[in-house]
């Protein structure tokens, strides 16, 4: 521990010599963090689909990746896109982002009520399903059918009456069911219903189901590229000849079809550090190849009707930003919103920071050099009673044992070390004076 004291700077002195400064920095930096762009909530609503479907799956998906940062997501089921919509763009909604499909929005509607893209996740094929001794060749067959097209708020009836319209056929020519998947999956196997119309992802457990049945055909849009031209909403995408199952050549051939791309639809509100948080996610999630897309494709700026927001074009153009691929992400989004204000403070600081060292070694050097008073009181009593020299000889005593008590950097030794002789020299005067010698020589070099 005594050679802890001994040492070439003095830790104590130097922050007391820096603390004013400091706490001015911190001052500063605090009234900046006050009026800078305020911290992301770690709190996130998403809305996203019934139970058991692909957009609760991947809510799911998202919850486990925000979590990893220390972010809440809480996730709500809906009926389906048109829900979700309706939900993010209603103002006095909690829900800032949702699954969103293409083609069953206004997006000059959304544009005026603050609504942006994130960017476009993944294909949603257009499944039609239906019974039949040959395949149909064209949509105008199915007038007069019973066609279900899902919850009210699964957002295909808008798609669905387009499709019709193209090729000349009016709602009023078919009938229409809104049962949920599973009743319009039993309705269908009952006969009480001809034809099942999904938009849904390739991992939908009807999907495959019917995909295996023999008894159930599945609609070849033949003219996907035509449709594609004209509802520009719409990709065209092939399902591959045995991508079910290669060894049982399901299916027996390429069959075309038609998709929607599902986009992650937020509020404008949403934080910008959370913009770029969800889009790592997104990437973890949704960047895999599948029946339908490339490795990588997805997500992507492409794709979407609704304007792009500007922080997601960023991370497009510039993937990760960069303090958060080496940072926590709260260090990191700290950093990015306070970077002016620190630079800002720093630049105010820095010339206050040059009276530091001056600072600094006066008080070192006061530890030693305010003992230099008391002794000069004791030489001059000296010379004004000395006949009062027991007295004296007292008060060094106290003195030395006090300066005996000082630690010093050792940069400073030298000071101390000279106190310590002044002390003896009058002392040597003291003694004289208890010998009686009134001749001893004046005391050189104190004070």
Known sequence: M???????????DFLVAFGPVLALFCGLVYLGYRLADPAPSKLVDM????????????????SSELAKSGVTLRNANSEGSQQNFERIRDPDSVYEVGFVRSGSTDPEQAAE????????????????????????RSLTQLKGKRINLGARGSGIQRIFTELLQLNHVQDSDVSIQRLPDQQALDSFLRGETDVL???????????????????????DFEQAEAYTRRLAYLSAVTLPRGIIDIGADLPARDYHLLATTVTLVAHESL???????????????????????KRNEFPSERFTEIPVSEHAVKFYEHGIPVLQRYLPFWVANFIERMWFVLVAAGAMILPLSKIIPPVYVWRIRSRIYR?????????????????????????????????????????????????RSHIQLVRSRLQAAAQGDQQAAPVVGTV
């Open 197 to 219: 119309v999904f938009c849904t992802g390739s991992d939908s457990e009807i999907v495959q189901q019917l995909l295996q049945n023999r008894d159930v055909r599945l609609f």
């Open 47 to 62: 809305t996203s689909g019934v139970p058991g479907s692909t957009y609760e799956r991947f809510a799911r998906a998202y």
């Open 271 to 293: 934080h910008p550090a959370l913009v770029s948080l969800m889009l790592q996610a997104a990437r973890t999630i949704h960047s895999k190849a599948d029946w339908f897309s």
């Open 113 to 136: 009520q603050g609504l942006i893209s994130l960017g476009a996740l993944f294909y949603e094929p257009i499944w039609i399903f239906y019974r039949s001794k040959s395949d149909w």
């Open 2 to 12: 005594q050679k802890i004291k001994f040492t070439l700077f003095s830790l104590r």
């Open 371 to 419: 003992w230099y008073g008391q002794l000069r009181e004791i030489e001059l009593s000296l010379e004004q009673e000395a006949q009062d020299w027991q007295q004296g000889m007292q008060r060094l005593d106290l003195l030395e044992n006090s300066v005996n008590q000082i630690v010093v950097p050792l940069a400073y030794a030298e000071e101390l070390y000279g106190l």
